[in-house]
């Protein structure tokens, strides 16, 4: 099976931004589509985004017009392109085979500061 793994996460200030990657351990375009989730404290996996092997994507509406996922073939790599972010955008995010599976990987922590 292919893996994914998270990175790209950190501290930042409102208004800030952040890219955070997804990298499969084999052939990205085995999976036919990828979805970055997010969950905050206390909360279930909240869907951010999803992109299909062809290149067609899908927004959350409380993210759309500010977080852009995007699909590298050739890298085995999957982006999400966080700007204007708030303080309610921290959470876990992780990056998973869409639909997800009920399989969860370690996830990158992102925290956005008042």
């Known amino acids: 099976q292919v893996q994914l793994v998270e990175s790209g996460g950190g501290l930042v200030q409102a208004g800030g931004s952040l890219r955070l990657s997804c990298a499969a351990s084999?052939?990205?375009?085995?999976?036919?589509?990828i979805a970055w989730y997010r969950q905050a404290p206390g909360k279930q996996h909240e869907l951010v985004a999803t992109?299909?092997?062809?290149?067609?994507?899908t927004y959350a509406d409380s993210i759309k017009g500010r977080f852009t996922i995007s699909r590298d073939n050739i890298k085995d790599t999957v982006y999400l392109q966080m700007n204007s972010l708030k303080p309610e955008d921290t959470a876990v995010y992780y990056c998973?085979?869409?639909?997800?599976?009920?399989?969860w990987g370690q996830g990158t922590q992102v925290t956005i500061s008042s």
């Open positions: 084999d052939n990205i375009n085995l999976i036919i589509a």
């Open positions: 992109i299909t092997r062809g290149g067609s994507t």
């Open positions: 998973s085979k869409y639909p997800n599976d009920g399989s």
